[in-house]
């Protein structure tokens, strides 16, 4: 990896070639590339260039092709990325740059996870993995290091994750694993993948939140 070049290797480094060509038109000045925990062949990239439409990249063939997946964020450099490995039922990515850090879920658009932090450019991202305690970690330019749970691991019992799909008696789409009973507090989010669906008398719990933009 060059500021403008990016290099692959499948056999430790004998021999090596390069995927450049498959960057988008206008695609330039790579900052950052990680590469999906469960899977090599899917990579993730930022841009460290403004105006140009491009920020973050996803590719799914190991370089070959690359598909822009920047709806969402601001059209300015994201200068860190990093996927939570916890988060085996979907895609779950954290992105920073100059207007703070930013979180995709699927195949959502990203959306802003700046609660708490302050008005900084923030340089790097990285996640302390600790099981329920887990943190994702930022670097600031000049404000130091702050640290914020992730977002899967701060949903408590009755928060909906709509991980799998929209039903809303599959437990794996609640973050605690357990479809609501008559004394959970259910809050529903909008950053989520799929939003629940239910008909009359098919669902029950004790109180019932929707967060903005979030619908039932």
């Given at each position: 990896?060059?500021?403008?070049?990016?290099?692959?290797?499948?056999?430790?480094?004998?021999?090596?070639?390069?995927?450049?060509?498959?960057?988008?038109?206008?695609?330039?000045?790579?900052?950052?590339?990680?590469?999906?925990?469960?899977?090599?062949?899917?990579?993730?990239?930022?841009?460290?260039?403004?105006?140009?439409?491009?920020?973050?990249?996803r590719?799914?063939?190991?370089?070959?092709?690359?598909?822009?997946?920047?709806?969402?964020?601001?059209d300015?450099?994201m200068?860190?990325?990093?996927?939570?490995?916890?988060?085996?039922?979907?895609?779950?990515?954290?992105?920073?740059?100059?207007?703070?850090?930013?979180?995709?879920?699927?195949?959502?658009?990203?959306?802003?996870?700046?609660?708490?932090?302050?008005?900084?450019?923030?340089?790097?991202?990285?996640?302390?993995?600790?099981?329920?305690?887990?943190?994702?970690?930022?670097?600031?330019?000049?404000?130091?290091?702050?640290?914020?749970?992730?977002?899967?691991?701060?949903?408590?019992?009755?928060?909906?994750?709509?991980?799998?799909?929209?039903?809303?008696?599959?437990?794996?789409?609640?973050?605690?694993?357990?479809?609501?009973?008559?004394?959970?507090?259910?809050?529903?989010?909008?950053?989520?993948?799929?939003?629940?669906?239910?008909?009359?008398?098919?669902g029950?719990?004790n109180?019932?939140?929707?967060?903005?933009?979030a619908?039932?």
């Amino acid at each position: 990896l060059t500021k403008f070049n990016f290099y692959k290797t499948i056999d430790g480094g004998v021999t090596w070639d390069t995927l450049s060509d498959s960057f988008p038109e206008g695609f330039n000045e790579i900052d950052e590339i990680i590469v999906k925990n469960s899977d090599p062949n899917v990579l993730w990239m930022t841009e460290n260039r403004w105006g140009d439409g491009v920020s973050v990249l996803r590719s799914g063939d190991g370089g070959l092709t690359w598909v822009n997946i920047s709806e969402g964020l601001p059209d300015a450099p994201m200068l860190g990325i990093v996927q939570n490995e916890l988060n085996t039922n979907v895609e779950e990515l954290y992105a920073c740059g100059y207007y703070g850090v930013f979180i995709k879920m699927g195949d959502l658009p990203w959306a802003l996870f700046n609660e708490g932090l302050p008005n900084v450019n923030c340089y790097r991202l990285d996640i302390y993995y600790n099981g329920e305690n887990s943190m994702l970690r930022v670097g600031t330019h000049g404000r130091g290091l702050w640290q914020s749970n992730l977002y899967s691991t701060a949903a408590g019992p009755g928060t909906w994750i709509g991980a799998e799909d929209d039903n809303w008696h599959n437990p794996d789409n609640w973050a605690s694993s357990e479809v609501p009973v008559l004394s959970t507090n259910v809050t529903i989010p909008s950053a989520v993948p799929h939003l629940p669906k239910i008909t009359y008398g098919m669902g029950v719990c004790n109180n019932l939140t929707l967060l903005a933009g979030a619908s039932l």
